[in-house]
């Protein structure tokens, strides 16, 4: 594999900066100072997804836990621009911006993520919180406000979806609002946290049940009002007043629409072992948005900030290795454990041979997320204050 000349002098381009996108963009950059490289985010800052809790809770403050672009990229080379990217022509090698810009690439990586799906439940677009964004935490602080000004015990709040969000939400919302709203939460299926290890979901039971927190499993949700939710269980049909519904309860990829048309499965880009475009080498897919097809148990990967920051390391190397003219190696998942957050000063994590659960695990958990993104460095301030805080 031989790249042209001419390809050489055109940026390589990041959609999305996410963990797996920004994890490439710095990892490239540290290792190739050319060529160029642009990163389009739509977003001003990057946000440590998984930390979201803390800051609600003020466990964190935004600088720790959603730093700038800006302050990210400085002096490493790499340029941000801030917009969403509409469409891209594969055969041309150029992608065109909401605001109309359009962009050469060389190497282009697409690591545009999720974003929540609400099934076409009725109501919930237009009455359900959500926790996904840094954009959500306002108007859930402003229901939690509200809450607070009731008399203790008379509300309660729904969280949709008992995966690790709903799990690691209900647990910090308790804590947050010390019993003065009752919290259930609804999960389609038979259990809750069913990807979780077991150790982890046993732990989270646990906190749920110390809490007083009402689970609700084979429940679905029928609909959406802004103060009650039509539910469907082994009881039958309920209705349930809330004073705020939050919802967990699934997501979507984000594509941008490419030409020519790719065909996907389940939803997503099927890539290959090297997460490379099948039938364009140039082009990567990284995170929520690339599946790759394989009986290999080996090279499936869990849609988890660990696996998309090791996805954006190994595209890195691969950018490079296109740049040299090499060949593809396969993309490994490299298990490192689960961690959940389980309440204020709380976690449970197993993973490497290690299982523990509690305050330290809670440092633990904080710290690891630092540490594993290459280059996101916040200062040895944050890591400090994270081991010696109460």
Request: with cysteine; net charge neutral; hydrophobic share 45%.
């Amino acid at each position: 594999m031989t790249t042209p000349a001419s390809d050489q002098l055109a940026p390589i381009v990041v959609i999305g900066g996410g963990f797996a996108g920004l994890s490439t963009a710095l990892a490239f950059r540290h290792v190739h100072p050319r060529p160029p490289v642009v990163l389009i985010e739509p977003r001003e800052r990057f946000v440590f997804v998984p930390l979201l809790y803390e800051l609600l809770s003020g466990e964190l403050q935004g600088w720790e836990v959603a730093p700038t672009y800006a302050s990210l990229l400085q002096g490493r080379g790499i340029s941000h621009v801030q917009d969403h990217v509409k469409s891209i022509d594969l055969k041309a090698r150029t992608l065109q911006t909401a605001s109309a810009q359009t962009l050469n690439y060389s190497q282009l990586v697409i690591a545009t993520g999720a974003q929540p799906a609400d099934f076409g439940i009725q109501g919930v677009h237009e009455h359900a919180l959500r926790f996904h964004t840094l954009s959500d935490l306002a108007p859930l602080r402003q229901c939690l406000q509200q809450v607070t000004l009731r008399p203790s015990g008379s509300s309660t709040l729904v969280i949709a979806g008992a995966g690790a969000t709903g799990v690691e939400l209900a647990c910090k919302l308790f804590d947050m609002l010390d019993g003065a709203a009752a919290i259930q939460l609804v999960e389609l299926g038979e259990q809750i946290l069913p990807r979780s290890r077991a150790f982890n979901r046993e732990q989270a039971q646990r906190a749920l049940e110390k809490r007083g927190i009402t689970v609700r499993l084979n429940t679905r949700v029928d609909a959406v009002s802004p103060t009650s939710v039509n539910l469907h269980g082994p009881e039958g049909a309920v209705t349930l007043a809330h004073d705020g519904l939050i919802w967990t309860a699934g997501s979507r990829p984000k594509i941008p629409d490419l030409s020519p048309a790719v065909t996907l499965q389940g939803g997503r880009l099927p890539v290959t072992s090297a997460l490379r475009l099948e039938s364009h080498p140039e082009v990567m897919v990284l995170g929520d948005i690339a599946i790759h097809a394989s009986h290999d148990e080996a090279s499936h990967w869990p849609l988890s900030a660990q696996a998309a920051i090791q996805q954006g390391q190994f595209a890195a190397k691969g950018l490079q290795a296109h740049l040299n003219g090499g060949d593809p190696e396969p993309f490994i998942f490299r298990d490192l454990g689960e961690m959940l957050s389980l309440g204020i000063g709380d976690a449970s994590l197993t993973g490497l041979g290690i299982t523990l659960a509690g305050p330290l695990a809670f440092k633990l958990r904080r710290l690891t997320y630092l540490t594993r993104l290459p280059g996101l460095s916040l200062g040895l301030k944050a890591a400090g204050a994270w081991l010696v805080s109460p």
